[in-house]
C-alpha cells in the first residue's frame, strides 16, 4: 500500500480513501472506509475511458451484471456511480495477497509454487468462482493471478466481467491509454484470435493460473522472451506442465485444450479434484508459512489510519487524475489491480446509505457481505489451526453454525410414499456458517449419479441446505429445491426432499474397504476379451474410485466408477456408473449403470439393479 499523493483524491461518494493499492489498465485501486467503517476497495476509471460515451454506457451494463454474481468465491460489487464525471466502483476488500504476489520469484516475498492439495483446494475455489459468474451472465475475460486473491480460507477472484467495457473503445483510445484487454500469458486462443468469448475462455485461462500454482511460471512461456511468442504458444502449442503430478496434470491439461468444447465444465472440475473441505471449520489449505504472512497482512492494515481531512486533494473525484497519481512511500509495486483487505468482525453491518447515495445514479448491493470473517486476532495471537480430520463428534466450534451432532458421513437407502426407491443417498456434512458450502451430497440411482454441494440456509430445528450439481454420470441430474437434515435421539439422521426421505447412519471414519475386495480382478467378454477391475484400499485425500480396463480385439475401454459405500458388515461395496476415459478409450465404449460388488469364496460378484444382470470375476493372475 502507499500514502495517498498531493493529486489524489481523499474521498469518493461516501467512502473516505486511506491509501493506494495500485494501477491497473482501466484506473487505480484505493483502500478505502465508509462512513459506518466498513473497509472496501474503490476502483476509480481512468478519465480518457470515462470520457467515451460508449465505454460508460457497457461499464453500466457489466457492473449491474456483476452485482448478481455471489459472494462466496469473489468480492462482491458493494456501491458504484457509472455516471459520475470519473466512473467508480466499490467492492468487498478482501484479506489476502494476489496469487501473483505469493508465488512469483519476482516479487520480494513470494513463495514459490503450492504444494498438490493447496493447488486442489485452488482449483476447487475458482471453478466454484466461475460457476457463480457464468450464472449472472458474466464471462471474467482477464482471470489470471494477479486478479486472483489468497485468504486464509480460500481464493477470491475479483475483477470479473468489467473489462469487457473496454470491447467498446475504438481503437484510438486503446492505442492512446495503453489500455490491453486481458493479459498475453494468460488469454485463451479465442482471445487472441478475436474469436467470440465464451464461458470455455475463463476455463482456459484457469488452466493457466493452475499451472502457474503449481509449477511457479506460465505454462506458454512470459512476456519476458516476447509478448507475440506467447500469444503463438497459446495458440499452437502444448503447455509446460512439467512437474505436476497426475491426476492434477490431466485436469489442468484438460483446461488448457485449444478447443472450446474440449475443455471441462467448471462443474466437472470440481468433481474432479474431490473431496474438498471449505468453510471456516475446514483444514488449514495453505502451508504454515503463508498463513503467517497473511497474519502480517492483516497486522498491517491494522495500523492503517483514516488520514486527515485536510490531507490530500480536494475532496471528491473531480480534479484528480486518477491514472496519474503517483507514491514516493510504497514499500513494492504491486502486479496490477490488488483488491485486498482486512476481514471485518461478523457483527458489524453496512451503514445505511445516505439520502445523496440513494440517488437514481449509484446503486448498492443491499445484503451484500462485504468482507470474509476472520478476526484480526487470530492472526495476532497464532491460534492454532484445525487438522484434518479434526471435525469428530463431540468436538464444538465457536465459528460454526452446525451442531456437532450433524458433522460427519452419513448414508442410507431412500424411501417415497414408504415405499424404498432403489435409490441411496450419502451426505457428508463439516462446519460452517449460513451461506457458506458445509455439505456435499452423493445420489446414487439405479442408472444414475449425482453429487452436489449444499449450502446452509437456516438453522433452526433441522438445517436447511440448498444444493448445486456439480456432476452428473448416466442421466442428467437436477437440484431437488430445498433439503432439511434433521438429528434424531438415535443418533441417525432424517433427510428429506422433493417428497423423498431417508434416515442416514453414521459413517465410521477413516473409511476403508474389506481387505478381500483389494485388488485386481478379471472376467472373460463374450467376444473373448477380457475386462479387468482393479481395486486399491482408500486414501485419505484420493479419490473413492475403482478402475476399470476392458480389452478385446474390437476395443479397449478404460473408465472409473465412484464407490459410493465401502461396505463391510454384511453390505456390499456399492459403485457409481463407470465413466469412460474417452482419450484413453477406442472402440465402442459406453457408461454403465450403478452396479454393487461382493466377495464370496475367493470370487468377486458384480450385480446390477437394472436387468438383474450379475457377473464373476476372479482373482488376476
Not at 498491517?300 to 514516493?328: F, I, K, R, W, Y
Not at 453496512?350 to 439520502?355: L, N, Y
Not at 449509484?362 to 489451526?385: D, N, Q, T
Request: glycine residues 10%; contains cysteine.
Amino acid at each position: 500500500m502507499a500514502q495517498l499523493a498531493a493529486d489524489d483524491p481523499h474521498s469518493v461518494g461516501g467512502y473516505r480513501l486511506l491509501s493506494k493499492l495500485g494501477a491497473g489498465g482501466m484506473g487505480s485501486v484505493y483502500l478505502a472506509r465508509s462512513g459506518g467503517g466498513r473497509t472496501v476497495a474503490v476502483k476509480l476509471i481512468k478519465a480518457e475511458l470515462a470520457a467515451e460515451p460508449e465505454f460508460r454506457s457497457r461499464f453500466r451494463l457489466e457492473v449491474e451484471a456483476a452485482r448478481r454474481v455471489g459472494e462466496r468465491w469473489t468480492a462482491p460489487v458493494l456501491d458504484a456511480d457509472t455516471e459520475a464525471e470519473t466512473p467508480w466502483v466499490a467492492t468487498g476488500y478482501i484479506a489476502g495477497p494476489s496469487l501473483e504476489q505469493v508465488i512469483s520469484s519476482r516479487v520480494q516475498q513470494g513463495h514459490g509454487p503450492l504444494p498438490e492439495n493447496s493447488v486442489r483446494t485452488l482449483a476447487y475455489g475458482l471453478a466454484s468462482a466461475l460457476l457463480d459468474i457464468h450464472g449472472a451472465g458474466v464471462v471474467h475475460r482477464d482471470l489470471k493471478p494477479s486478479n486472483v486473491l489468497v485468504t486464509i480460507d480460500g481464493p477470491r477472484v475479483i475483477d470479473f466481467g468489467i473489462v469487457r467495457a473496454l470491447d467498446a473503445l475504438p481503437d484510438s483510445t486503446m492505442t492512446n491509454t495503453g489500455v490491453v484487454v486481458g493479459s498475453p500469458s494468460y488469454m485463451s486462443p479465442e482471445q487472441i484470435r478475436a474469436q467470440q468469448v465464451t464461458p470455455a475462455s475463463d476455463v482456459f485461462c484457469m488452466g493457466s493460473v493452475l499451472a502457474f500454482a503449481a509449477t511457479g511460471r506460465p505454462p506458454f512461456g512470459s512476456t519476458s522472451g516476447g509478448m507475440h511468442a506467447v500469444m503463438f504458444n497459446i495458440a499452437t502449442e502444448d503447455p509446460d506442465l512439467e512437474g505436476v503430478e497426475e491426476p492434477l496434470r490431466g485436469l489442468i491439461a484438460s483446461c488448457l485444450a485449444k478447443d472450446p468444447a474440449d475443455r471441462p465444465a467448471p462443474e466437472d472440475v470440481i468433481a474432479g479434484v474431490q473431496p474438498i473441505s471449505t468453510g471456516t471449520a475446514a483444514a488449514p489449505w495453505l502451508p504454515a508459512t503463508l498463513i503467517a504472512e497473511l497474519g502480517r497482512h492483516a497486522v498491517q492494515l491494522l495500523d492503517t489510519d483514516t488520514p486527515p481531512s485536510g490531507s490530500g486533494a480536494p475532496s471528491g473525484v473531480p480534479g484528480a487524475e486518477s491514472g496519474q497519481s503517483g507514491s514516493t512511500s510504497a514499500p513494492r509495486a504491486l502486479p496490477e489491480d490488488p483488491t485486498s483487505a482486512l476481514p471485518q468482525p461478523a457483527q458489524q453491518q453496512a451503514p445505511a446509505p445516505s439520502s445523496a447515495a440513494r440517488s437514481r445514479r449509484r446503486y448498492a448491493a443491499a445484503g451484500a457481505a462485504a468482507v470474509i470473517v476472520a478476526g484480526a486476532a487470530f492472526f495476532a495471537s497464532g491460534a492454532e489451526l484445525p487438522l484434518v480430520g479434526s471435525d469428530e463428534p463431540g468436538q464444538t466450534s465457536g465459528s460454526s453454525d452446525i451442531p456437532d451432532s450433524y458433522v460427519g458421513t452419513w448414508s442410507g437407502p431412500v424411501v417415497r410414499d414408504g415405499e424404498p426407491t432403489g435409490q441411496y443417498r450419502r451426505f457428508t456434512i463439516s462446519r460452517g456458517k449460513v451461506g457458506e458450502v458445509v455439505a456435499n451430497s452423493f445420489s446414487l440411482g439405479t442408472d444414475y449419479e449425482c453429487k452436489s454441494d449444499a449450502k446452509l440456509v437456516s438453522v433452526g430445528k433441522s438445517l436447511e441446505l440448498d444444493t448445486r450439481v456439480i456432476k452428473s454420470v448416466g442421466r442428467k441430474c437436477s437440484a431437488l429445491g430445498s433439503h432439511t437434515v434433521t438429528s434424531n435421539s438415535d443418533s441417525t439422521l432424517t433427510w428429506q426432499a422433493a417428497g423423498r426421505s431417508a434416515t442416514l447412519k453414521r459413517v465410521e471414519q477413516p473409511e476403508k474397504l474389506p481387505e478381500e475386495y483389494v485388488g485386481t480382478w478379471q472376467r472373460q467378454l463374450p467376444d473373448g476379451g477380457t475386462q479387468r477391475v482393479t481395486i486399491e484400499q482408500l486414501r485419505e485425500g484420493s479419490p473413492m474410485s475403482v478402475a476399470m480396463v476392458s480389452e478385446s480385439s474390437t476395443l479397449h475401454c478404460e473408465a472409473k466408477a465412484d464407490i459410493f459405500s465401502a461396505g463391510g458388515d454384511g453390505e456390499p461395496v456399492r459403485l457409481g456408473p463407470p465413466l469412460v476415459d474417452k482419450e484413453a478409450s477406442s472402440g465402442e465404449c459406453r457408461t454403465g449403470p450403478p452396479s454393487t460388488l461382493s466377495v464370496e469364496n475367493g470370487s468377486m460378484l458384480r450385480s446390477f439393479t437394472e436387468g438383474g444382470t450379475e457377473f464373476d470375476y476372479t482373482p488376476a493372475q
